[in-house]
């Protein structure tokens, strides 16, 4: 079983994605706040990593940014109700990118397709 480690500061994306996860046959251990989530990577081992773009602490780029120059080669995919932060996202190369939506399968295809891909 694949775990996923997902970072999204609002509580009910965290849960709708946490339970999308969950049902798509991952284990997901979930984090409100991306300085605790990127610190415990070495304990958890994480197969990928989910993260939100916009959060208050640290911001999904900082947050990719600390996860790249640490641990090289750790699946990332963004997640973002903004549009507008998904081509921002790409050109940082991360591995997959989520717009938010109502169809949260979208997310589980997502996490499927890279993690086949690595």
């Known amino acids: 079983m694949n775990s996923i480690l997902l970072i999204d500061d609002n509580p009910i994306d965290l849960e709708l994605m946490t339970n999308t996860l969950i049902a798509s046959g991952y284990r997901v251990i979930a984090f409100t706040n991306s300085s605790e989530a990127v610190r415990d990577i070495p304990a958890i081992q994480p197969d990928l990593v989910v993260t939100d773009v916009l959060m208050p602490d640290q911001d ?49 295809e997502e996490v499927a397709r890279v993690l086949r891909e690595r």
């Open 60 to 108: 999904g780029f900082e947050t990719l940014m600390s996860i790249q120059s640490k641990y090289v080669g750790l699946p990332i995919v963004m997640v973002t109700s903004a549009p507008e932060y998904l081509h921002m996202a790409k050109q940082f190369n991360v591995d997959g990118v989520w717009a938010k939506s109502s169809n949260y399968a979208g997310l589980s």
